[in-house]
């Protein structure tokens, strides 16, 4: 069978960082642009931020490996439809600083008088402290998936996957310290303490890492 490839064509902002007319409103001829600059473009229609004020329960990620140029992470605000986790807005960023993440969040929170009660992110620095910022009293929970890649990344960087590889002992250590997600939070810890007698004087920075991210 033959196989042509069409190369997409990369759509670019002028130099105020608009976009292109076809761009800004979805098939449906909404507008689909609340916000676009140099620093920050943020995609969302009406109905999206109507669902949004509805639920008292957000989650929110970051991904660095499909950002056009110019643009560095794609960050997206989701909320619980029906049994699915649903993306409602999505924005370019030009960085991930807290303060790149706190100009999205002063565009969004200023379209309603919005009310949650959580959001769920991943481990980023920058969107950590955004949150404690423009949202302080909701309640912040890291994401499990998210929480597990971190601590590999923290394997990695202090020197420890050959340990990690070898030693079934410390493999085990670090994947019971991931589950505590799963204890009983009176018992959290009560385990945490019992895992880290376990491991070696080598794993010292690996545990304060693990403190200091874990949700007590």
């Known amino acids: 069978m033959l196989m042509i490839q069409q190369q997409r064509t990369t759509e670019t902002v002028d ?8 761009l800004r409103k979805t098939y449906h001829d909404e507008g689909f642009i609340l916000h676009e600059d140099k620093k920050l473009i943020i995609f969302t229609k009406k109905t999206n931020l ?42 370019l960023l030009i960085g991930k600083s807290a303060e790149d993440y706190n100009l999205f969040f002063e565009n969004v929170l200023e379209q309603n008088n919005f009310e949650p009660e959580s959001i769920m992110t991943d481990f980023e620095t920058g969107t950590i402290k955004s949150v404690k910022d423009m949202l302080p009293n909701i309640l912040h929970k890291g994401c499990l998936f998210h ?17 990690y590889s070898e030693d079934e002992f410390f493999r085990l250590y670090v994947k019971q310290s991931i589950a505590l997600a799963f ?25 304060e890492y693990l403190k200091k991210n874990m949700d007590w």
């Open 147 to 163: 929480f597990s890649q971190a601590a590999w990344r923290q394997v990695q960087r202090k020197g420890l996957i050959t340990k």
């Open 183 to 207: 204890v009983l939070l009176d018992q959290i810890i009560t385990g945490f303490v019992l895992i880290c007698n376990q491991f070696d004087d080598d794993a010292d920075d690996l545990l």
């Open 15 to 22: 130099v105020d960082g608009h976009l292109p007319e076809k």
């Open 50 to 91: 109507s669902t949004l004020k509805q639920n008292k329960h957000w989650f929110a990620n970051g991904t660095f490996k499909v950002c056009p140029d110019d643009y560095y992470p794609l960050f997206t605000l989701h909320a619980m439809m029906t049994d699915a986790i649903i993306p409602l807005v999505y924005a």
